[in-house]
């Protein structure tokens, strides 16, 4: 796949020819039991489009939402298509700071949000925010409410008020920008991601491409649809490839197991934990779901074990490590065949429509299997940053994006991550990749999650910590992580000098630990080897 075979299209052009040629066919279904037709999705949708325009929201203005995985998400994103509108999702975890900041600087129009979700009360929030948020001009939320000001209206007086108006999808150019996506970084406000309709599509074509997905399969997807990987592979599919979906709404493992049992759900694309959930609750009940056929897993560490204990538990299921960003959507798509196992457990999977170079620090590339910084170019990349001073920071003059992760590069065309750019740890020059400790450390039925991370050190600069969240009912110390390394073959220079326990470790929407603040919280503490 190269930039000239772009699609060209949009999910709108898509969306309306499906309603006409196969109004009546479901295209999500829902974990309540409900689900969306193709005619309803795109007679809603145009509804919602309408609303919004005669409510002076004008194409090329943003829209936002803030709403979990519902029928409610798959209307406005396909009212923002219709309309010409910029849609930004933002993931539903976000509170004051985060939500002000994006709505701010996306210049959102009109903001989507339930009343309450998981007792958190969204409209409050957004009452403290209007004052702050110049652009902001509407406000929809799902619920009745009263005594509100005159800028929220309910879902369903908006949707009724667009019903019945005749409208055609504004002829948006594939190239311009569709969405914006905030990613969390590591300091400082999160930046702005702009894809255009081409770029999205691309990502969502190497996912079909890559695993081998067709109209018989069924996509379950438990991750937000807020983030990039629900949104495209959970939302966009069943309209731009007619593989249809399975929204959750929230992740439970039991209801995940019924439901592919139930809807004969054959693939799925979330990460590391769900996978771990999945196939330890299968083991427990001795199921193996044999109609389930694919787990793409990604967003955090996904230790080798794991690959190889899904691939024993469920009987067809290539279980399977990828990699990409929100920058540079599924760089790798994993290994699918049955000779390949040892490539999908051990490696990120296998470079699929993206050029990858493997850098040293002044930028020269360097051969396979060596370390290096990761460039990645391909049609499914971002069209950049908001910020342009990001831009020239993030790009090389060739236009690589550098991922800020480190990796070799296989002769098998298998990518391996060895860790972030920024979470390498410089021990008395020596340098040492945390991933190969954390895996080593899985392997533990005591510990269900590991951060290794850098510690102050008096003589060395620099030692090894390891943060950890034990198993329930298991006690973790010093000389159980000693016991597990020795047995590993690690070298004695790896071994944590340092042991933090936790209930929980602090994550991004996405699920990527949040490995700055466990440093700054060690650097707190004032700990020092």
């Known amino acids: 796949m190269s930039q000239d075979t772009y699609r060209n299209t949009t999910l709108a052009r898509a969306a309306q020819k499906l309603s006409q040629d196969c109004p009546d066919e479901i295209a999500i279904h829902f974990d309540d039991g409900s689900n969306i037709t193709y005619g309803e999705a795109w007679a809603s949708g145009a509804a919602l489009a309408s609303a919004l325009l005669a409510r002076k929201i004008n194409p090329g203005d943003t829209v936002s939402f803030q709403l979990p995985n519902s029928r409610f998400s798959v209307i406005v994103m396909l009212a923002a298509a219709i309309g010409g509108f910029v849609i930004n999702p933002i993931v539903p975890i976000y509170r004051n700071k985060e939500v002000g900041y994006i709505l701010r600087h996306a210049k959102t129009r009109a903001l989507f949000i339930p009343a309450e979700l998981r007792g958190f009360n969204y409209v409050a929030m957004t009452e403290q925010l209007m004052g702050d948020c110049p652009d902001l001009r509407q406000v929809i939320y799902l619920g009745e409410l009263q005594d509100l000001p005159d800028n929220f209206e309910t879902f369903n007086q908006v949707l009724g008020s667009g019903k019945n108006q005749r409208i055609d999808p504004v002829q948006a150019d594939p190239d311009e920008t569709k969405i914006l996506l905030y990613t969390s970084g590591t300091t400082g406000n999160p930046k702005q991601v702009r894809h255009s309709h081409n770029t999205l599509t691309a990502a969502l074509d190497n996912g079909v491409e890559g695993w081998q997905l067709t109209d018989k399969d069924l996509m379950l997807m438990p991750s937000p649809v807020t ?6 592979n959970g939302m966009e599919m069943p309209f731009l490839t007619g593989i249809k979906t399975l929204l959750m709404s929230q992740w439970d493992v039991t209801e995940a197991i019924k439901l592919i049992e139930n809807y004969g759900a054959t693939a799925c694309v979330s990460a590391t934990p769900f996978l771990k959930e ?39 299921c290539r279980a399977v490590r990828v990699y990409g960003s929100t920058e540079v959507p599924l760089v790798t798509v994993g ?34 299997d060596n370390d290096g ?3 990645a170019k391909g049609p499914a990349m971002m069209l950049g940053y908001s910020d342009k001073e990001q831009n020239r920071e993030a790009f090389t003059p060739s236009g690589y994006f550098r991922t800020g992760d480190i990796g070799r590069l296989m002769a098998s065309g ?11 740890i410089i021990r008395g020059g020596e340098n040492i990749a945390a991933r190969e400790i954390e895996e080593a450390l899985l392997l533990s039925d005591a510990i269900v999650e590991v ?35 020795a047995l590993s073959g690690l ?23 949040q490995k700055d603040k466990l440093r700054q919280s060690i650097r707190q503490q004032g700990v020092s080897l």
């Open 227 to 232: 983030h990039i990987t629900g949104y495209v």
């Open 278 to 316: 999945l196939v330890d609750t299968c083991q427990q009940q001795g199921k193996t779901l044999p109609g389930f056929r694919l787990f793409a897993c990604g967003g955090a560490s996904v230790p080798s074990a794991l690959i190889h204990s899904a691939w024993d538990t469920l009987d067809n």
């Open 335 to 368: 290994f699918l065949g049955s000779e390949q196992r040892s490539l999908a457990a051990e490696t990120d999977g296998r470079v699929a429509n993206y050029d990858v170079m493997i850098v040293d620090d002044q930028g020269n590339e360097l051969g396979l």
């Open 373 to 375: 910084e990761i460039l």
């Open 414 to 424: 298998a990518l391996v991550i060895s860790d972030r750019k920024k979470d390498i």
């Open 451 to 485: 951060a290794i991370v850098a510690v102050p050190h008096s003589r060395l600069g620099e030692g090894v910590g390891a943060c950890i969240v034990p198993a329930a009912g298991f006690q973790v110390d010093m000389d159980h992580l000693r016991e597990l390394l």
């Open 491 to 513: 070298a004695k220079q790896k071994w944590p000098q340092y042991l933090e326990l936790f209930t929980a470790l602090p994550k991004t929407a996405s699920g990527k630990v």
